[in-house]
């Protein structure tokens, strides 16, 4: 997720310890000391990891990995070949990953980009849907200056066509505060478009509206594995049907 995030998740605050400056953004970096929870264990990486080690990060229990692909429509992760190719080569599930910047471009133009980069999906049963990372704004207002209706037809404009392009729902990557200020806490997504939620606590808390349960948690910023901490709310097999969208 953009760096950004962990000035962005100040509802976990009490858990976040150190504060570092990163693009004139507070970004928040300390994982918090509470344990793992339950679920299949999983990472996010972006060009701010590098080269990852990915035999290292298997090893260690890590079964899937999101890697950011875009942003925008004017930046591709450069590392995104060794990071994408080497989870899927040690046997992880992966996918990738696009963080809007709903201020610049539409959202269909943005899905388009985000296909067109990476973004893509296939069944091969080890693709999950591509993520749109959908949070607070690290170059300024946090809405990026729109309305909560326009933030709705924006991230529908997104979906859609990456529904269109690809045939799958994005997966959503918010957190419960920025869904609910940005977009007025709208349950409109939920019944196609599976939760990535963001919380570095304990606890999950309180969900985006109409999503009665997560997909995927990240829940560090740092710890056993290179990036943020996650975990899938199941088993591999039931991973496998997501990435698969049924029966592979």
């Not at 990372?133 to 946090?142: C, K, L, M, R, S």
Request: charged share 10%; with cysteine; proline share 4%.
């Amino acid at each position: 997720m953009h760096r950004s995030m962990r000035s962005a998740l100040r509802a976990a605050g009490a858990a976040l310890l150190a504060t570092v400056t990163v693009a004139a953004a507070a970004l928040l970096g300390a994982a918090p000391a509470h344990a793992a929870p339950a679920g299949l264990p999983g990472m996010d990486v972006s060009s701010y990891q590098g080269n990852v080690n990915w035999s290292g990060a298997w090893a260690n229990g890590a079964r899937f990995a999101y890697v950011k692909a875009t942003e925008g429509t004017y930046y591709t992760n450069p590392y995104f070949a060794q990071q994408y190719n080497g989870s899927y080569n040690v046997g992880m599930i992966r996918g990738s990953y696009h963080f809007a910047r709903p201020d610049t471009t539409s959202g269909a133009t943005q899905a388009n980009y985000f296909v067109d980069h990476g973004g893509g999906w296939s069944k091969d049963g080890r693709t999950l849907p591509g993520a749109l990372d959908i949070e607070y704004n690290p170059y300024g207002a946090t809405c990026y200056g729109l309305s909560q209706a326009s933030m709705r037809s924006w991230i529908a404009s997104f979906v859609n066509q990456y529904h269109a392009r690809t045939g799958r729902w994005a997966t959503i990557y918010t957190t419960t505060d920025w869904w609910s200020t940005c977009t007025g806490n709208t349950a409109q997504f939920a019944a196609n478009n599976p939760l990535w939620i963001a919380r570095y606590s304990s606890s999950v808390g309180t969900l985006p509206a109409g999503w009665g349960t997560y997909s995927f948690w990240q829940w560090a910023s740092s710890g056993t594995f290179p990036g943020d901490q996650n975990v899938w709310n199941g088993t591999l097999d039931r991973l496998r049907v997501l990435a698969c969208n049924g029966p592979c």
